[in-house]
């Protein structure tokens, strides 16, 4: 008998429908011998329309009390939840974050959890019960309601599994695991069976969105399992864990890639300390984040400087630099708002010195520029034209053959 | 300086633009001095949206999920007022029951409240800060969130009220005050600018629904003052408060009244100990609420016994009595689905005779037919054909010259 903790998204709980099914996947685990514990999110729309409601009653909303409203989201499903699960002839109890103790930093709308209470949770255990609790939310140590932030669901469900000391996290989602790259770009893309904390983090930070990155990290530190797996199939989905406990050896795992990136490159930059800094903080004093970052030495006096960023900001950015380029004489600045970005990771690459060559040449072979290249140990990114991310995507993902990652019936793909 | 409890309901807070108004009000109390402390119920129809929820998703949802799932209601309506207070630069901190504290029973759907701690609710008040509080719910012993029943926001201000020893308990709501009687009916309804708990407690039972009766017996045990005023007007609305507090002297308060009952007499009843419990037995093993009660020995053997009851049940109770009075022999039925209760209340007719003689009049006056009286101490009630009921209220009503009761000019009334 293991002890599983099962979290359920929006879309999972998203009708009363999806609410009843996932009712009766946690009784089949419960009829396989675990106990369960199951965090659920607000039901798909409804923390959007709690927000709105805030916003539309105040510009700008007192983020303790934007946390207390949001906070009923979570609360509505997981009561629905437990009587669905009641009405199924299952015994379950539903707790929110201040009944069950989810203790957080005081951070409001983006909290951290600091410490998970199991007393009141492992009590119902031992009573036979099913345990349904909010996602999302916690309690700070004056007692007052906090939130994690968006997709924090996963990380509720991740520290509690920790505290727990489960045997495993279930994410169930609306997709079938973590994919190569995005089935909606490229069809042929496989379903991974396993993938690593690292390269999974990478995936997440370059924007495939099945996980929320603080859980994985979460789930890194604690050494806990967590299997991502579709709510609406019966597919063992994608595991995630531990480099060595990834028995299917590969070169690299996956494609994340992103678009309405924007592209800005500064020539003949004075090569000289701090001139790295100072264009930066031109940027960052207009509150906008920059994403990729590469410098070229061209020689002894100057340098090149690009960086990537998010498209909105490009035309603010681009007046700003346009400006310190003056004052930095004789600089030349080139800029692209039409680009993407497309990064390869796997923790094969640490050894295996030919990942970027064959990265670059099916680039090439389908004349694809490339604009920028960043590299981090399991990872290599570059910027190229939008336009030809699709054809990017597709060309390296033959290369490495990750179609035929997984062995298994290709999946349907569930529009989010 | 003074400690305030206000309650604003469901349409009180039923809209944004209504939230900002509940608002505006509290920040006027508060520049008046007073320290604030404000109940919230949910915004109107949130309530109903929940339970339909919970009634479509399964056929009998499990107490204690339904709790957990409707008292989202209160929690959305008081952060959300917070932020309103905040906007207009008052500072204000939301709390739900969980957070302060708000003790009740183990009952689910239906709680009592045992105890209500003050220790949070005090240093919110020391530090500045208006404390905005969830109706309708509790928490129990087994740190399970409860409700109160419907119109439980009512007994959740007045319990705060009791437990900070507040100085007066203002319940907010869309009409003017507590009416002579209802001016959906009567239009020359006066508001009272006083009524004995007493008076309020019987007006409540016999329909008047401005306040919760649970509400008024808890401030009547505390001795503290209620006062029912419009959310929507700046008028002073009602004082609900002991006897002797009660300036305006007066015979009568006001006339309550319910449609939709039914009377079922039987005559020549055996005339022996046991017999109406006999009777009674029959129709409460059915589940059916009987209402009024009256008996008149008609001689040595037989007896006869009249009740009323809601008309809904009045198809099924008739068949029950029928069925009984063959098994007692003799006994004859008579029966009307179509009449209505006139009750008269007032603590005045404990020392003046001459109220029922009046009120009698006034119906005889009008023919009338009085099918059936029960009297309490500060209490008559009549039977009447339903088709009369309107006629009868305004009869009693200008007998008693209850229009001219309320010296202010005559409120609207806003249809509920």
Known sequence: MALIVQKYGGSS??????????????????EQGHD????????????????????????????????????????VSMSLLAMALHDKGCSARSFNSLQIGIMTDLMHTKARI??????????????????????????????DI????????????????????????QIYTDVE???????????????????????????????????????????????????VLSTFSDAPGTLVTLEENVIQKRL??????????AIISLSGVPNRAGIEGLILNRVSEQNIEIDMIAQNATDKETTDFTFTLQRKDYANTLKIIEQLAKELDAVYVKSNAN???????????????????TMFKALGDHDINIQMITTSEIKISVVIDEEKLELGVRGVHEAFELDKLSSEKKPAFLEV
């Open 13 to 30: 709980v998203g009708t009363l429908d999806r609410i009843r099914l996932v009712a009766s996947k946690v009784i089949q685990t419960r």
């Open 36 to 75: 369960v514990v199951v965090v659920v999110s607000a039901m798909q729309g409804e923390t959007d329309r709690l927000i709105q409601l805030a916003n539309t009653l105040v510009t700008e909303p007192d983020p303790r009390e934007y946390d207390v409203l949001v906070a009923t989201g979570e609360q």
């Open 114 to 143: 600091l410490d998970v209470k199991t007393d009141k949770i492992k009590h119902e255990l031992s009573r036979g019960n099913v345990v349904v609790i909010a996602g999302f939310q916690g309690v700070n140590a004056q007692g």
């Open 146 to 169: 906090t939130t994690l932030g968006r997709g924090g669901s996963d990380t509720s469900a991740v520290a509690l599994a920790a505290a727990l000391k489960a045997d495993e996290c």
């Open 177 to 227: 695991g973590v994919y190569t790259t995005d089935p909606r770009l490229i069809p042929e893309a496989s379903v991974l069976t396993h993938i690593s904390f690292e390269e999974m983090l990478e995936m997440a930070s370059l924007g495939a969105k099945v996980l929320q990155m603080r859980s994985v990290e979460l789930a890194s530190k604690h050494n806990l399992p967590i299997r």
């Open 252 to 261: 690299v795992s996956g494609i994340a890639f992103s678009r309405e990136e």
């Open 339 to 357: 680009v993407a970005k497309l990064s390869l990771v796997g923790i094969g690459m640490r050894s295996h010195s030919g990942v970027a060559t």
